[in-house]
């Protein structure tokens, strides 16, 4: 007698919003700086909380696209965040907010296997820009569309694993929308940025 096959029922897809939403807290989350306890994001808690203050940066940049705007945010005129690693510790995580026609945007780039205090030529590079508040989310997803000339990092005295990062990049392809097939896309055609930069420091069991 032959016995029918159990099959489970396939597992719902996460919607394309979710999955963005979700996204969107992980690249904020990975720069190690969430007030959450364990550095969780809290389930649809705002992109704010995430980010600690830094006394110094920028990123000045040119959009185009569905986003079109010439960037200028500096601190401490425009309050900028601490970059970070990357979740996997393969390079450095870069968070800025402003605002574009008063509407709030979030641009998280991240630096591809940048070791603490290096510095370094060609390295690859993604960016990711979030509409708060709209649900617009733009991704390069991957490492091989923007890259910088140029990378330096400097120590700050009396700050042990602080760093000034100063670098120069491009986008050779847009930044597409994730979940919303009509949004567009963006071409960060280049940008100037500077960050302090934390990195975890090894202590002694």
């Not at 999955?19 to 990975?30: D, E, I």
């Not at 550095?39 to 808690?45: D, E, K, L, M």
Request: net charge negative; aromatic share 4%; with cysteine.
């Amino acid at each position: 007698m032959r016995h029918a096959r159990r099959t489970n029922p396939p597992s719902p897809e996460p919607s394309p919003r979710a999955a963005a939403a979700a996204c969107c807290a992980l690249l904020v989350a990975g720069c190690g700086h969430a007030d959450t306890a364990g550095g969780t994001p809290a389930p649809g808690a705002p992109a704010e909380v995430f980010c600690a203050p830094a006394p110094e940066g920028f990123l000045r940049a040119r959009l185009q696209g569905a986003i079109d705007a010439e960037i200028d945010w500096s601190a401490p005129a425009v309050a900028q965040c601490l970059g970070g690693p990357r979740p996997g510790g393969d390079g450095v995580r870069l968070v800025y907010k402003g605002a574009v026609d008063a509407a709030p945007l979030l641009i998280v780039i991240g630096v591809a296997n940048l070791l603490p205090g290096t510095s370094a030529r060609n390295v690859a590079a993604n960016v990711t820009l979030v509409r708060e508040g709209a649900g617009s989310f733009y991704s390069t997803q991957g490492d091989d569309k923007c890259a910088l000339d140029e990378v330096r990092q400097e120590p700050i005295d009396g700050h042990d694993g602080r760093y000034r990062l100063s670098a120069r990049g491009y986008c050779t392809q847009p930044a597409r929308a994730l979940g919303a097939s009509d949004a567009g896309s963006v071409l960060v055609t280049r940008f100037d940025v500077s960050a302090l930069v934390d990195y975890p420091q090894d202590r002694d069991p």
